[in-house]
């Protein structure tokens, strides 16, 4: 919030000093008036243009400046003062297991060397590790790969009963040839995970979107919303190696560390 009143109180000045400066072209041109007829039809041909056109920014750095301060005193009121968003977020509880993965196919060269992994990803319901609510299937080059999440912890003053909770994220997958950014999205960035719907379904569809896009935020800024109490770990990645018959499950540490543990696919 003290970033954006900086941004707020910066627009704000450039108002101050461009009407500073209409100010001064006014009584510029009042005083050019008085030397004549030519000097006048001169200032009417081109001051006006040069009037409307500093109006016209005025008017944009002021709803700019508008929307910027509305933005984030919403953003204020929803972490600050939304008893809604406190309940949802007293709801969390805490979790190990936040997927699994395993290989569907796998194809080799003549050599014998993996050179493709097709794997099919599971996110489990919160409640229920049986309940599928989020299933991809991804092709990798070769068989090692990333699996990227976002870890986002929220303090004892954002919750209700003034216990710490966290929420998890699945970002991307990616192979060992690959980039992170060039990966494949898991969830949708922005969007709410629909293992956590249910908790946030009584807060209206705008807080709702408001909060969401802001957490993903914390992916490419995870101090963004330090001042409310909410931070997060980012690039909390695991690798593994993918062999057929095999599930990997992802468990997480109440210190946010992301693991898999691998069992025989029964």
Known sequence: ??????????????????????????????????????????VARASLPGIIFTFLIIAAILLAAIGIYRG???????????????KALTNLTDESKIGYAKVVSQTKDANGTITRTTLKFIETARDNERQKVLEREYTIEGNVVYFDALIVKFSDNMVMDGKKKSLYLWRRVYGERMTPQGGFPIEEFGAEPSR????????????????????????????????YGITAIYGSVTYTQLRPGLIYIFRITPTGQLYPEVIPDI
């Open 1 to 42: 919030m003290a970033v954006i009143q900086k941004i707020f109180k910066f627009l704000m000045l450039l108002c101050e000093v461009a009407y500073s400066a209409i100010l001064s072209f006014a009584i510029t041109l009042l005083r050019r008036m008085k030397t004549g007829a030519n000097a006048r039809r001169y």
């Open 72 to 86: 984030g005193t919403a953003l204020n009121d929803l972490l600050t003062e939304n008893k809604t968003l406190k």
């Open 196 to 227: 956590y719907s249910e908790i946030f379904r009584e807060l209206p569809v705008r807080k709702r979107e408001l909060f969401w896009s802001s957490i993903w935020d914390l992916a490419n800024s995870p101090d963004k919303l330090a001042d």
